[in-house]
């Protein structure tokens, strides 16, 4: 299906794999936009209830392939933004499901912004995300500037960005920057006990609560008031709602189907 990328479905589990070992994952035409396709897959298969976006081998996603945009001389950096990443990194936002990241390995330059547009980031202690531009005398892109200073402060996000800091797992953990960091070992684990809640949550509430959280990053109170009583209805017209209300007068835990 893809030449690029690994895409493995089970148990309401949609696991999206870069596959460019050799290269650290490094990011060519080609694979943006087999991102951009199985972002897609998982998004309009309800039998996916949660994604896990990951990297093979050593790395998560050292960035763009400099070999590949060196062969290009005068390709436009914005077209390649507007084309190849801004639709990635919405369609990570706009999946009405979970996004988890299993941060295996290091993650630079646009493969930290896929990092932090994740919903949640389960890093190896040893993995490194590192806001690389500047060390190529570029600017942030991908989203970073959104996610970074949201995440960390303006002050921190400025000294990750202008310095091309390395922040390990642990000390991203720290400063909130990724959800858990956990030995290399046991990343597998970690992600599991995400993945083994999403797969069998009300996933409809959850992608209602995605929304709700993207939209209050540029609304009023009054405005967020209004839109979680038009959430709540969607939500309260659910399956999931009914079986979970059951589930509470008959003393038993819910049987979520993601509807």
Same mark, same amino acid.
């Given at each position: 299906m893809f030449e690029f990328l690994k895409y493995e479905k089970q148990d309401g589990v949609a696991t999206i794999t870069l596959d460019r070992p050799e290269v650290y994952n490094a990011l060519n035409n080609e694979i943006t936009f087999e991102l951009q396709a199985a972002l897609k897959e998982a998004k309009k298969d309800n039998e996916v209830r949660v994604v896990v976006?990951?990297? =093979?081998? $050593?790395?998560?996603?050292?960035?763009q392939d400099l070999k590949a945009s060196a062969a290009e001389p005068n390709r436009s950096f914005s077209d390649s933004i507007h084309k190849r990443y801004n639709p990635i990194i919405k369609g990570i936002r706009n999946m009405p499901k979970p996004v988890v990241c299993r941060l295996n390995g290091v993650a630079a330059g646009?493969?930290?912004?896929?990092?932090?547009?994740?919903?949640?980031?389960?890093?190896?202690? =040893?993995? $490194?995300?590192?806001?690389?531009?500047?060390?190529?005398?570029?600017?942030l892109d991908s989203g970073s500037s959104y996610f970074l200073p949201r995440l960390v402060g303006s002050a921190k996000a400025f000294e990750l960005a202008t310095m091309g800091t390395r922040v390990s797992g642990k000390e991203a953990e720290a400063m909130g920057l990724v959800s858990k960091s956990v030995p290399l070992e046991e990343l597998d684990g970690a992600v599991k006990k995400y993945t083994d809640f999403y797969s069998k949550a009300p996933t409809k509430a959850i992608g209602l609560m995605k929304k709700m959280l993207n939209k209050s990053q540029s609304s009023s109170l009054e405005e967020m008031l209004d839109y979680e009583a038009y959430c709540q209805d969607i939500a309260g017209a659910t399956n999931d709602h009914k079986e979970g209300v059951t589930a509470f007068l008959e003393k038993r835990l819910p049987e979520f189907k993601g509807n």
């Open positions: 976006l990951t990297g =093979e081998g $050593k790395a998560f996603c050292s960035g646009a493969g930290c912004s896929f990092a932090l547009a994740c919903d949640i980031i389960v890093a190896a202690d =040893e993995a $490194k995300l590192i806001e690389v531009f500047v060390n190529i005398g570029l600017v």
